[in-house]
């Protein structure tokens, strides 16, 4: 189970991470949430889905490393297979938290259950005086990208909802030794949809910042096959 932490030099001082990628550190996940403002980068590489969550009616984007639980087809001997790792995974076993007092500030916490923890090898949190670690300074850094992302991401989903852009996938993957991968429960992009829209609709789009978003999103369906090939590897291999 988590054992989330407020971090501290006091506390953490001589707390080093392991920021090798492997299943072993908690890298073999079929998805993780991504946010819009990185979906340039995302799509480089993965396929970018939606889901939504039927109780509250939220939707999350997600990158795809894969197609079945426990599944990251990016993962090889020499480490993640890819130019791009998604904040949410490369910022672990950091996250933000609230601060103790309940108030609006976040604060960097760390999962000191975490794989990702060791006290003999990785990397150091603080240097010897309690200052930051160039890595933690990077790290913070990205963790304020991702809060940053995950707050205006509300805006985003809000404008696929309005204008009705997004579209259940059920996607059947033949493989080589012919057995069937099934995608189901997501959405993508609805770009019949998008093209039908009028001046004032992508106008919306447009002045919110959102275009560019569902563009990358849209392309980012190019690494389909390129994920199915992943997987016909890894049968080849066995």
């Known amino acids: 189970m988590p054992d989330h932490a407020i971090l ?7 707390t080093r991470v392991r920021h090798d990628r492997g299943a072993a550190f908690g890298d073999a996940v079929m998805s993780c949430l991504i ?8 799509q480089s590489d993965y396929l970018i889905l939606f889901r939504r969550n039927v109780e509250d009616g939220s939707t999350a984007a997600l990158a795809m490393f ?3 639980n426990g599944e990251n087809l990016y993962l090889s001997a020499g480490g993640w297979d890819a130019r791009y790792i998604p904040l949410a995974m490369d910022i672990q076993p950091l996250l933000i938290g ?8 976040a604060q960097v916490h760390i999962d000191m259950a975490s794989p990702r923890i060791a006290t003999t090898d990785g990397v150091r949190l603080f240097e010897d005086d309690g200052a930051p670690s160039a890595f933690l300074e990077d790290r913070i850094e990205k963790l ?3 809060d940053t992302g995950y707050r205006a ?8 909802d309005r204008h009705d852009l997004l579209e259940p996938l059920m996607l059947e993957v033949p493989l080589d030794d012919g057995s069937i991968n099934n995608l189901v429960g997501f959405h993508v992009i609805d770009e019949d949809r998008l093209r039908g829209l009028d001046a004032m609709a992508l106008g919306d789009l447009h002045q919110g910042g ?3 978003p569902i563009f990358m999103a849209l392309a980012s369906q190019g690494n389909l096959p390129r994920l199915i090939a992943r997987k ?4 080849g291999s066995d």
């Open 232 to 235: 016909n590897q890894t049968l």
């Open 210 to 212: 959102h275009l560019i």
């Open 8 to 14: 501290t030099a006091a506390m953490h001082g001589e």
């Open 98 to 105: 609230g601060s103790p007092a309940g108030g609006e500030g």
């Open 153 to 160: 991401s509300v805006a985003f989903f809000a404008a696929l």
């Open 66 to 68: 894969g197609f079945e």
């Open 35 to 42: 946010v819009p403002d990185e979906f340039r980068r995302v």
């Open 144 to 146: 304020g990208a991702l």
